[in-house]
Antibody, heavy 119, light 107 residues
Framework: QVQLMQSGVEVKNAGASVKVSCKASGYTFTSYGVSWVRQAPGQGFEWMGWIAPYNGNTEYAQKFQDRVKMSIDTATDTVDLEVRGLTSGDTAVYYC????????????WGQGTLVTVSS | DIQMTQSPPSLSASIGDRVTIACRASHVISNYVAWIQQKPGKAPKSLIYAASRLQSGVPSRFSGLRSGTDFNLTISSLQPEDFATYYCQQYHTYPFTFGPGTKVDIK
């Protein structure tokens, strides 16, 4: 069955960087894009961007353009999200989700990774 | 960015009730709307895509409808496991955006 398994809880200081991983299984990794969505405590969802494992193309939300990098490792079927210059406003649960090309919905989600930024 | 609004923000309902949640997009987005369920402390679950098509394994009591830029999610007979927060989401234009959510709780 399709699974997206994310890396564990992260606690970072303000100004640091964090990398969150999302390992895919149960399907052909290069056939589907992967998106990242975050949810601040008690808040709704915020789409951060998308990466196509089949060619490495990315689309980032303008808000995150300068601080975020998404990358893929086809040897391990893993998608990584790196966020630089963390602030307390980046404290959130970060989810990966399969899908997210334009006109392509999400169908499966990872379990989420809590990133806490202390100032 | 495309704004997604939802109503009501919350509702209380009983087991067996028919529940409808509304969502409106600020721009024309054809039928590129999904509905997502989230229970407290849990990861989101995708229910519906293309405004009315059920994701695999989603019970048939869930349905979706589109009329122009208005979208509805209906639960025909509310079950105990349906108490959750529901979000609409557009995937027509980057950045993808979500509605603020509708919390469904027990009356």
């Amino acid at each position: 069955q399709v699974q997206l398994m994310q890396s564990g809880v992260e606690v970072k200081n303000a100004g640091a960087s964090v990398k969150v991983s999302c390992k895919a299984s149960g399907y052909t990794f290069t056939s589907y894009g992967v998106s990242w969505v975050r949810q601040a405590p008690g808040q709704g969802f915020e789409w951060m961007g998308w990466i196509a494992p089949y060619n490495g193309n990315t689309e980032y939300a303008q808000k995150f353009q300068d601080r975020v990098k998404m990358s893929i490792d086809t040897a391990t079927d893993t998608v990584d999200l790196e966020v630089r210059g963390l602030t307390s406003g980046d404290t959130a649960v970060y989810y990966c989700a399969r899908g997210g090309a334009r006109y392509d919905s999400f169908d499966y989600w990872g379990q989420g990774t809590l990133v806490t930024v202390s100032s | 960015d495309i704004q997604m609004t939802q109503s009501p923000p919350s509702l209380s309902a009983s087991i067996g009730d028919r529940v409808t949640i509304a969502c409106r997009a600020s721009h024309v987005i054809s039928n590129y709307v999904a509905w997502i369920q989230q229970k407290p402390g849990k990861a989101p679950k995708s229910l519906i895509y293309a405004a009315s098509r059920l994701q695999s394994g989603v019970p048939s009591r869930f349905s979706g409808l589109r009329s122009g830029t208005d979208f509805n999610l209906t639960i025909s007979s509310l079950q105990p496991e349906d108490f959750a927060t529901y979000y609409c989401q557009q995937y027509h234009t980057y950045p993808f955006t979500f509605g603020p959510g509708t919390k469904v709780d027990i009356k």
